[in-house]
């Protein structure tokens, strides 16, 4: 008897707690009947109702789901290889046609695997590399190190933003029959392959060296006028101080002869005093200590010593 009455009451318990259910505010629900939906999803939170053991609620998020895609290797117009990660929002506007062609998250998950990464393999795949790497048609401002190198950028008509957005679009409408909406797209890296890299790495070092070797000249030539400039200015402060050293020298010799003139004036003796000083001035500066001196007797020079000697 007390075992009939606990298979009972858990029977009803079973019955109630299969009859009622609660959807929150991140949910969505459709209710399907031996497999098949019934009735309109329930968008709403709240308690709700259906027939246990014959009737089953299935929930889907409300929320901006993630889509997370792995790394590709995709070719590019001009056949380079680039590494492409992309990921993406999306959303589930109708929870029954979800429900119907997709069944479940796993199931969109891999059917956005499909659309998203084929939509962007075709995008790479009509567009040169450098649209890919590049958004805009940048100049490069004053003091940047390639102002010069401007020319040598590629002009680009599409770029980055415009292969999102075209995968975005075509992404969207594919995935319109299927009761999501992908909300956004977006590149989570893009990658050189190896031998790609390689080669822009390459270019970029031999742009780099290009452009120290322009500087480097051009430090060479400016060092060059400074130092000519140096060289030049160092010949006039010289020849500028030798002009005015032998004008000091001319004044001073000037002086001295009239000093010499004066006293010559004076007396003979004082004349022959000025003469002596001029002749021993002379033989002076001609004569050094490996000089030979031959003195004729009716010379002044001997003429001299033998009066300093008295003779």
Excluded: C
């Excluded at 299969?18 to 999803?41: A, H, L, M, N, R």
């Excluded at 792995?70 to 046609?97: C, E, G, H, M």
């Excluded at 590049?134 to 102002?147: F, H």
Aim: no cysteine; net charge neutral; charged share 30%.
């Amino acid at each position: 008897m007390k075992i009939g009455i606990i298979l009972l009451a858990v029977v009803i318990l079973l019955g109630v707690s299969g009859t009622f259910y609660v959807v929150s505010e991140t949910e969505q629900v459709i209710v399907t009947q031996f497999g098949k939906p019934v009735g309109d999803p329930v968008i709403t939170p709240g308690l709700k109702f259906k027939i246990p053991f014959v009737q089953n609620a299935h929930r889907f998020d409300k929320r901006f789901l993630e889509w997370d895609g792995s790394p590709n290797q995709l070719p590019t117009r001009d056949k380079r290889f680039v590494w492409i990660s992309t990921y993406a929002r999306w959303q589930i506007t109708d929870p029954l046609l979800y429900f119907q062609r997709l069944r479940d998250e796993r199931g969109a998950q891999a059917r956005l695997d499909d659309i998203i990464d084929g939509e962007t393999r075709n995008a790479i795949a009509n567009y040169n590399l450098v649209e890919v790497v590049r958004t805009s048609n940048r100049t490069p401002e004053q003091g940047d190190l390639v102002i010069e190198e401007q020319v040598n950028l590629d002009h680009i008509t599409a770029g980055r933003n415009h292969i999102r957005e075209e995968i975005l679009s075509k992404a969207q409408e594919r995935t319109s029959d299927l009761g999501i909406e992908i909300l956004d797209v977006q590149f989570k890296r893009i990658n050189y392959v190896d031998e790609v890299q390689r080669k822009v790495y390459e270019r970029m070092i031999a742009e780099r060296r290009r452009i120290a070797d322009r500087f480097r000249s051009e430090g060479q030539g400016e060092a060059s006028r400074i130092n000519g400039e140096k060289d030049r200015e160092l010949l006039r402060i010289q020849s500028g101080a030798y002009r005015e050293a032998q004008e000091i020298r001319g004044t001073a010799d000037a002086v001295a002869t009239d000093i010499y003139a004066a006293a010559y004036n004076r007396t003979a003796g004082t004349r022959n005093f000025y003469a002596f000083l001029k002749t021993m001035e002379t033989y002076e500066r001609t004569l050094d200590k490996s000089s030979t001196l031959v003195l004729g007797t009716d010379g002044e020079f001997y003429r001299y010593l033998t009066d300093a000697n008295g003779r």
